[in-house]
């Protein structure tokens, strides 16, 4: 299978001016989204992950690596040629009442996308922006209101038609439910799996809460300062997660099924300054099972093997897992 | 937008200020059909036996000038030619300061900082000596005058659009357009211009109120609007040396201006208010 | 600090630069010819040729300007077409009455209008208050010119209490000084107002009241001293305001300052003194900007001096 979206050694620095040293938001990335499936892409605060999701549609520009949609290179396309394909790439933000301008009605915002890539006539496009409101769930005197007046829930539905009204291939989504009340979110949640159904989305799902990804990730890439340092099924990474990182991570996802509760691992230390990483692997101060080689190598991502399962790709950056060092 | 207008109806100052622009402007539309006579018209019987000008008598009711002209044409008339200069001028400073203001918020880099430093350099001149160099060298058209001091008044405008423009455009909104493909134009006229929309219009009153000032300024110094074109601070100047004996033909037009820049004060000010609460002004 | 005050000054020179050279473009474009006006309506296109090669007026822009900025440096301004003297003397003459009027007029503005800006906020919402608030916006709104006519026309002609401008005894002082204070105090009562009502608002204030502190110790101590501090930054700008508007007070006043000398000098096409006074008055604005800058952060300690 092709992959729909592939970035290759992906690199964002970000310059700070000469106030500390430069931030490497994002540090060598590689990874592929399969069409048709959900990569949860999850990392604390300040693991790089929401500046991922915008390199992936190049809303920020890449110091260095590639990214490749759906064959074409779109590192190397001008802008131009970009913004025609974001047609077929949209971004769901985390605040739609930041993101969405406030002056104009939802009628207007909604048809935006259709004008900017000059999809059909004024009738054709009332008819696309019913359609879409009734595929959100929201009545369509909503039309002629404006952001504000709606709740958030509503507002991120209003996001949602945004994005899907150009009916795009991929969706990166950034923290979509975090500013929303526990119980709204699962409403959410639940359209975007419906609409990934009728639409035959493929969805990259950023978000820091793991027990939120885990309903609708397919795959899962963990990420720590940068770094990509476990990815695999959501399957394997919830029920035999490699990494120490991502274990931590895991053990602190509430479970109400008493069979299914873990050990809580409590992480030793603060988040590590991203202007001075630290040496070797940068997890390596608040790692558990910390080695010597820790702190002077950073360890190269390793691809197991997982016996028996079918998508049987898991890697892993971690030195524990460098063959001959397994117990 | 329709709630804004009520607000500020309400405002006492600002609905007086509002009635006092609207009689003036009235004044200066309907000119032709309201002055008694001809305003550059020197009448035979317009000055007294010894050559000085008339008080106001039910002939001439505000009087007569130094040439014999009927003071209140000529003040009716002087409205147009200080409203179309306030107008004109600060339409073109407005056009320019934002322009210049859009261009430097918007694209930042080099191109920002050369635009922000050009206004740095535009500040440090003595404002009004610039224009009254300027005003007295080129030919004395209403044009020219007006685009004089536009020139001078641009300034502060494109700094203010400019904060404004930065403050905006690091909105999630405007990043979230141009995710969807919008292309630069697109955000600049439907999402930027706006938001700007408000700031403009405060500025566009507010500004009207220094044209105003600066032209009367300028035709009082004798180098503004040449007479015998009338305009209020022209009147004034061809005037003075009658301020003691006849002080009503300063006084006036000199009240005339005070109120028409005071209204636009007023009015800028509360407009401000209304659609920008975190401005300084009254609490 | 220091390398704050050097990179300002730094740029200032720059600016400074970049005046002279738009204003001496400027000048170099406008269609009157000096040379014409020295010589007088009955010369000789010769007569006329002389003065310009003697006046270096033939030579290219860039290499006059050239002249000019070498000679800067050394302290010439140039001398002036039409008087025979050299512009600095001129300057130097005349600049003292100019910024006597600067200070006197400054000092009666923030008198009045810190006093009314307080005055005003105490009596917030009060009659007093509006009519306040209305004089300033008045004070704002009237060009000088008018009220230095009309403050003449009753002090001077009616009531003769003060001479009719001119300049020497501290009786000629009054008026002038007195018109630019009431003029400018409009814009310090209006800022006075609404910082004095920020301060009154504070929790401390409330503290100190509780303790028992009288109304007055409490307005005039505690409130005043921490309210005046965005009066402090306006003064550098108000300094570029004068500077801006020096020609029209003088000239009405027959006040004898470099608003004046310009005045006549521009009427009169005389170029180096145009160039002098503008050079002058910019470097009065940028350093008043500069101070305005520099004690921000005293006001306020969250600004930093960044740029």
């Known amino acids: ?327 | 937008m329709n709630s804004t207008l009520r607000r500020l109806l309400h405002r006492k100052l600002a609905l007086g200020s509002v009635l006092v622009i609207l009689l003036i402007t009235s004044a200066a539309l309907f000119a032709p059909e309201i002055a008694p006579y001809n305003p550059n018209e020197q009448f035979m019987n317009g000055l007294s036996p010894l050559g000085s000008p008339l008080a106001p008598s039910s002939h001439y009711l505000l009087g007569t000038d130094l040439l014999g002209r009927d003071l209140l044409s000529r003040l009716i008339y002087g409205a147009r030619t200080s409203l179309i200069i306030g107008i004109l001028a600060n339409g073109v400073a407005v056009l320019i300061g934002t322009f210049l203001g859009v261009l430097a918020g918007f694209l930042r880099g080099p191109t920002g900082s050369a635009i922000m430093r050009f206004t740095d350099l535009m500040m440090a001149f003595p404002a009004l000596l610039l224009a009254i160099t300027l005003a007295s060298i080129f030919s004395p058209s209403l044009l020219i005058v007006a685009l004089v001091i536009a020139m001078v008044n641009w300034v502060q405008i494109a700094r203010v659009i400019y904060t404004q423009t930065i403050s905006i455009s690091e909105r999630e909104f405007i990043e979230a357009t141009r995710s969807l493909g919008a292309s630069t134009p697109r955000i600049l006229f439907k999402h930027l211009l706006p938001h700007l929309l408000p700031t403009i219009l405060v500025w566009a009153t507010l500004g009207i109120a220094t044209t105003v000032l600066l032209e009367a300024t300028l035709s009082f110094l004798g180098i503004g609007v040449r007479p015998p074109t009338p305009s209020w601070g022209n009147i004034i100047f061809e005037n003075q040396s009658y301020f003691a004996t006849a002080p009503w033909l300063v006084f006036l037009p000199g009240v005339a201006i005070v109120l028409l820049a005071l209204a636009f004060n007023l009015l800028g000010d509360a407009l401000r208010d209304e659609l920008d609460p975190t401005q300084r002004g009254r609490s | 600090m220091i390398r704050y005050v050097s990179r300002r000054l730094l740029q200032s020179a720059l600016i400074l630069l970049g005046v002279s050279f738009i204003t001496f473009f400027l000048l170099y474009i406008l269609p009157a010819d000096p040379a014409q006006q020295i010589a007088g309506r009955s010369a000789t296109p010769e007569t006329i040729a002389n003065i310009r090669v003697q006046l270096g007026l033939d030579q290219p822009l860039f290499v006059q300007y050239w002249h000019y900025l070498v000679n800067l440096v050394h302290g010439n301004f140039g001398r002036s077409y039409i008087q025979r003297t050299d512009v600095s003397e001129l300057l130097a003459s005349r600049l003292g009455p100019t910024l006597y009027l600067m200070l006197c007029s400054i000092l009666i503005e923030l008198v009045i209008g810190i006093t009314a800006g307080v005055i005003a906020a105490v009596k917030r919402g009060k009659t007093s208050d509006n009519a306040i608030m209305l004089f300033s916006f008045i004070g704002v709104s009237a060009p000088q010119f008018i009220l230095s006519i009309l403050m003449l026309y009753v002090f001077a002609v009616k009531l003769k209490w003060f001479p009719i401008g001119g300049y020497g005894t501290p009786e000629h002082f009054v008026l002038p000084a007195l018109t630019l204070g009431i003029l400018g105090s409009g814009w310090y009562g209006r800022v006075m107002r609404s910082s004095m009502l920020d301060v009154l608002r504070q929790d401390y204030i409330r503290t100190s009241r509780a303790k028992g502190a009288s109304e007055l110790r409490v307005v005039l101590v505690h409130s005043l001293r921490n309210a005046i501090l965005p009066i402090v930054a306006m003064i550098g700008l108000d300094i570029g305001i004068f500077m801006g508007g020096v020609v029209v007070v003088e000239s009405v006043f027959a006040w004898p300052g470099i608003g004046q000398l310009a005045w006549q000098a521009i009427q009169r096409v005389d170029i180096p003194i145009i160039m002098g006074v503008t050079l002058v008055s910019a470097i009065a604005i940028v350093l008043g900007n500069l101070l305005a800058d520099l004690l921000s952060p005293l006001v306020d300690p969250r600004i930093k001096l960044n740029r």
């Open chain 1, 1 to 327: 299978m092709i992959p729909l979206l592939s970035v290759r050694d992906l690199v964002k620095t970000f310059g700070t001016k000469g106030k500390g040293g430069d931030v490497r938001a994002v540090n060598h990335v590689s990874l592929d989204v399969q069409p048709g499936q959900t990569l949860g892409v999850v990392g604390e605060s300040g693991s790089g992950k929401s500046t991922l999701g915008r390199l992936m549609l190049r809303l920020l520009e890449p110091t260095s690596g590639s990214i490749i949609f759906n064959g074409t290179t779109l590192s190397d396309r001008g802008t131009k040629d970009v913004r025609r394909h974001r047609r077929q790439m949209q971004m769901i933000f985390q605040d739609p009442l930041a993101s969405l301008d406030p002056r104009m009605s939802v009628r207007k915002l909604i048809t935006e996308p259709l004008i900017i890539h000059r999809m059909g006539d004024k009738q054709e496009q009332s008819a696309k922006v019913h359609d879409i409101m009734d595929r959100v769930g929201l009545s369509i005197d909503a039309l002629d209101r404006f952001p504000h007046e709606f709740s958030g829930g509503q507002r991120q539905r209003i996001s949602i038609a945004r994005a899907i009204i150009t009916m795009p291939q991929l969706i990166v989504a950034d923290e979509p439910v975090s500013s929303l009340d526990v119980s709204i979110q699962s409403q959410i949640l639940n359209l975007l799996l419906d609409l990934r159904r009728d639409l035959n989305l493929t969805y990259v799902f950023i978000s820091h809460d793991l027990a939120v990804v885990q309903h609708l990730a397919d795959t899962v890439a963990v990420m720590h300062l940068g770094e990509v340092v476990e990815m695999a099924s959501a399957s394997e990474i919830f029920n035999n997660p490699k990494h120490p990182y991502t274990q931590a991570l895991i053990s602190a996802v509430p479970q109400i099924d008493l069979d299914l509760r873990r050990e809580r691992i409590v992480l030793r230390g603060d988040i590590p300054n991203p202007q001075k990483p630290p040496t070797g692997c940068h997890f390596h101060p608040r790692c558990p099972q910390a080695m010597s080689i820790c702190s002077q190598e950073a360890p190269t991502p390793l691809l197991l093997e997982v016996p028996g399962v079918a998508l049987g790709v898991h890697t892993v950056t971690c030195h524990l897992y460098t063959p001959g060092r397994e117990e």
